[in-house]
């Protein structure tokens, strides 16, 4: 009983006294539910895979975003983690697909170019069934570092960069605008290339 307690007191917003009340209840239930919820846990650490196109977390090859014959392909939306494509999703206003980076160029951690699905997305790009693509880091330093580098890597190809609206203030996360100004922004997305001072 210990050990499920402290297990349990160890995931984000359950202190000891929830997880111990979780735990009461479980033992009051069939040893049935015990194991499907275990079960189901183990099977959606394992068997949680990355889709081989865009990098979002998928149970399947290709995730259900990429395989969707409704989507926009032609246009690519470049976030820095999984929980963005969520919060883009949930605005509602996006029909793009995805292409998720793993993080934001950031010597200061030793995360470089070639730690970041960068190459991935050249890639798609370069395989010439993509018009647009388009930035959607946050308006941090490492963001913009990021932007700059994926530009300056797509220069060459014959598409439209675009960059969200940032009515999103300097130094927000995505993850902190709310769906609204998230989806105006995106509306509102400018070209890249305006956005450097020549
Ligand atoms: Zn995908």
Same mark, same amino acid.
């Given at each position: ?55 979002? !977390? ?8 990429? @395989? ?39 010597? !200061? ?16 790009? @370069? ?11 946050? @308006? ?9 580098? !994926? ?48």
């Amino acid at each position: 009983m210990e050990g499920a307690v402290s297990e349990i007191s160890r995931l984000p917003g359950i202190g000891r006294k929830t997880a111990l009340r979780l735990a009461l209840h479980l033992l009051r239930e069939d040893v049935a539910t015990s194991v499907s919820l275990g079960e189901a846990i183990i099977n959606m650490r394992k068997g949680i895979r990355y889709c081989k196109v865009c990098h979002n !977390i998928s149970e399947t090859e290709t995730c259900p975003i990429c @395989a969707d014959g409704r989507r926009d392909k032609s246009t690519v939306c470049v976030v820095e983690n999984v929980k963005d494509v969520l919060i883009f999703e949930n605005t509602g206003s996006y029909r793009g697909l995805y292409h998720v980076l793993g993080g934001v160029i950031s010597p !200061i951690d030793g995360i470089g170019p070639d730690k970041l699905q960068i190459d991935s997305l050249v890639e798609r790009v @370069a395989s010439g069934n993509i018009n647009e693509v388009i930035l959607a880091l946050g @308006a941090t330093m490492e963001g913009d570092t990021t932007d700059y580098y !994926i530009y300056k890597r797509l220069e060459r190809y014959d598409i439209k960069v675009t960059q969200l609206a940032r009515g999103v203030s300097v130094g927000n996360e995505i993850e902190y605008t709310d769906e609204i100004t998230l989806g105006r922004s995106l509306l509102n997305r400018t070209l890249f290339s305006d956005t450097i001072i020549k």
